[in-house]
């Protein structure tokens, strides 16, 4: 099946630094989702993005599907950026099963 | 417009009973997944409804099974429960393709 990798395992920042996550994936997809999932455990939508680049305020991501990565990107990070971040991806035609990575754990020091 | 609900929020089981978790989607959304989360891992697949049929199913076993009512909502149940089926359970809602997470049950097997 799909392995899904996530790069690197474990982020310490300052607040107000700039940080960048990686997932690669190791076949075609047709979904690819970003979550942060906070300390209590729930899992936040960041973005869909099966390729191509968007932004949401101090976040944004890219993913290249021929090249099989995609990049989330924060920018002046904050305390609250803190938790696990997580890049999931559908291999097959949308079917709805997603594939997670073991995740990111980000820690933003004030 | 609420988002995806879950209950119990917290629930205490010993091995080789039963449990009932139950999710309720966000409005709108017909597709429900469920996803165990073991402790510092990413969510596993363990199946899919639509029109209150199975559509998908990851590699768990027989002992977990769901059921979608006509209002869309979910159960999963599990039997004759393992002290490894310890875990963050979680319930996502869907319409297309982006997934909607709740916010999880956390189940001990004692």
């Known amino acids: 099946g799909i392995q899904v990798e996530q790069s690197p395992p474990d982020l310490i920042l300052q607040e107000g630094a700039n940080s960048t996550l990686r997932c690669n994936f190791s076949d075609s997809v047709n979904n690819l989702q970003w979550f942060h999932q906070n300390p209590w455990g729930q899992l936040i939508n960041l973005f869909y993005?099966?390729?191509g680049t968007k932004q949401n305020g101090r976040l944004s991501a890219t993913t290249v599907a021929t090249e099989r990565y995609s990049l989330l990107y924060i920018s002046s990070s904050q305390t609250t950026d803190s938790g696990v971040y997580f890049c999931?991806?559908?291999?097959?035609?949308?079917?709805?099963?997603?594939?997670f990575g073991q995740g990111t754990t980000l820690q933003v020091k004030p | 417009d609420a988002g995806v609900t879950q209950s119990p929020t917290h629930l205490i089981k010993t091995r080789g009973q039963q449990v009932t978790l139950r999710c309720s989607p966000k409005s709108g959304h017909d597709t429900v997944s469920w996803y165990q989360q073991a402790l510092g891992q990413g969510p596993q697949f363990i199946f899919q409804?639509?029109?209150?049929?199975?559509?998908q199913r990851g590699n768990f076993p027989d002992r977990f099974s769901g059921h979608q009512f006509p209002n869309y909502s979910s159960e999963l149940n599990v039997n004759a429960l393992l002290l490894g089926d310890s875990a963050l359970y979680l319930c996502?809602?869907?319409?297309?393709?982006?997934?909607?997470f709740g916010p999880g049950t956390r189940l001990l097997v004692l």
């Open positions: 996502a809602s869907s319409l297309h393709e982006t997934q909607y």
């Open positions: 409804y639509y029109e209150e049929e199975e559509r």
């Open positions: 993005i099966p390729s």
């Open positions: 999931a991806v559908d291999p097959s035609s949308n079917t709805g099963k997603l594939i």
